[in-house]
């Protein structure tokens, strides 16, 4: 039931980005900033954290491809992103899991590759409708200041279900 609960946090978590999230447009508000929410992504930087850097990376994968579809222009781009940054920062060592900082750091980055790498390869491919000093000014900082605040909110809860997870996973770990 505790996976299932991991899995319904995610996908929840993905249709606020899309759908409720679109309330707080910078349009809406006459501001020339975007704020986007990579909810998941942090989400799932935490579970790789806390249950490995497989099991992070096969969350990666599957919401990657999710965003794909629903997102990118192009299949693969989110899910490589997802999958490499998955595999870079989850990883397996005690202290990281047990410091705070260290999490929200881990997330933050990866939220900032997530969008650079997003930007270069639109860029590349000449579908980036921002320059790069804009991208940087305009979405790139706001992204990550909401995420970073998101991160700092949702870890302590997170991180507790994560944990209890663990223990019903393989009591003899306590």
Same mark, same amino acid.
């Given at each position: 039931m505790n996976r299932y609960l991991i899995i319904i946090v995610l996908f929840l978590m993905f249709i606020i980005e899309g759908t409720w999230f679109q309330y707080f447009l910078a349009d809406r508000f006459m501001i020339? $900033?975007?704020w986007v929410p990579r909810f998941v992504l942090v989400l799932i930087i935490y579970i790789g954290l806390f249950h490995g850097r497989l099991t992070g990376v096969i969350y990666a994968l599957? $919401?990657?491809i999710l965003y794909d579809v629903v997102y990118g222009p192009f299949l693969g781009v989110y899910t490589f992103s997802f999958g490499l /940054?998955?595999? /870079?920062l989850c990883w397996p060592l005690y202290i990281v899991r047990r410091n705070v900082s260290l999490n929200i750091v881990a997330a933050t980055i990866a939220v900032l590759f997530i969008e650079y790498f997003v930007y270069l390869i639109n860029d590349v491919l000449g579908l980036a409708m921002l320059s790069h000093e804009a991208f940087i000014y305009e979405r790139l900082l706001p992204t990550i200041g909401i995420n970073f605040v998101f991160a700092v909110m949702i870890s302590y809860p997170w991180r507790k279900l994560l944990e209890e997870i663990r223990k019903r996973m393989n009591p003899q770990e306590s």
């Open positions: 020339e $900033f975007q599957a $919401f990657g /940054i998955s595999y /870079i």
